[in-house]
């Protein structure tokens, strides 16, 4: 029976500053998940040497699995910080920020890259003021059921994190992203920018630079057939070529 728990996170104390470890030990309370954990050990910085350190952060909201925002790597493995249970994790447990982004301060990285490819596929509907436009048009429940899945993304960035192919030196944009773009291309309202979004992606950076390492589909929380969303989206991007080709 557990007493105490070690947490070994790496730190980073800014931006520029070099990275370090430092471990921690607490009180074992079954069934908690490291957010829990993490919030003990701010309430009483207190390294494993004795010495008091300036607290640990990182990011949290919903504590649902909902946000996206307490993404880190926990053993090894991206993860939900909120939804990883301590009695499921070997000892000692070890925090790290995510690796394909800048680290703002510990364990919170920026994550403006992924929103950034969002805006390059433009993942949105397109709305002309706000007047009144009427009840928008039926979609069929076939079309309901995989958008509504595909919806579930949260931008956390576990996809990009397992991804070979999403590094720091490129412009790949990413599993959620290709995602979002099949979304709203599938939306009777979003699907009227279908074709901007596809030049998009047919540019460096896009669906080509996928290296279907599928990754990305193994580690999502929300389980989104991400795979699926870029097979899809290259069967439109090949069409896209084809009628540029008999266009010219």
């Known amino acids: 029976m557990l007493d105490t728990l070690t947490f070994k996170i790496k730190r980073q104390n800014n931006a520029e500053s070099s990275p370090y470890w430092e471990n921690f030990v607490i ?3 079954p069934n908690s998940n490291v957010i829990s954990c993490l919030m003990d050990i701010q309430t009483n910085p207190v390294n494993s040497k004795g010495e ?3 607290p640990v952060v990182w990011q949290s909201n919903c504590l649902e699995e909902v946000c996206g925002s307490c993404t880190m790597v926990i053993n090894g493995k991206v993860h939900q910080a909120c ?8 000892k000692p447990i070890i925090l790290e920020p995510m690796s394909k982004f800048p680290v703002i301060r510990d364990l919170i990285v920026d994550r403006s890259r992924m929103f950034d490819a969002l805006k390059k596929v433009q993942a949105w509907v397109s709305a002309d003021g706000y007047h009144d436009l009427g009840p928008g048009d039926s979609q069929s429940q076939s079309v309901q059921e995989v958008a509504y899945k595909l919806s579930e993304c949260m931008t956390c960035g576990c996809c990009v994190e397992a991804c070979p192919q999403y590094t720091k030196d490129n412009n790949f944009l990413g599993a959620a992203a290709i995602n979002q773009a099949r979304l709203f291309n599938i939306h009777q309202k979003g699907n009227d920018i279908t074709e901007q ?3 998009t992606l047919m540019q460096e950076g896009g669906i080509s630079d996928c290296g279907n390492a599928q ?3 193994e580690v999502c929380p929300k389980s989104i057939p991400l795979t699926e969303s870029i097979a899809e989206i290259g069967r439109q991007v090949s069409g896209k070529l084809w009628r540029n080709i008999f266009k010219a």
């Open 27 to 29: 009180q074992y309370i």
């Open 52 to 54: 008091k350190v300036a």
């Open 83 to 90: 939804s990883a249970l301590i009695d499921k994790l070997e």
């Open 197 to 199: 979004r596809l030049d």
């Open 215 to 217: 990754n990305c589909v």
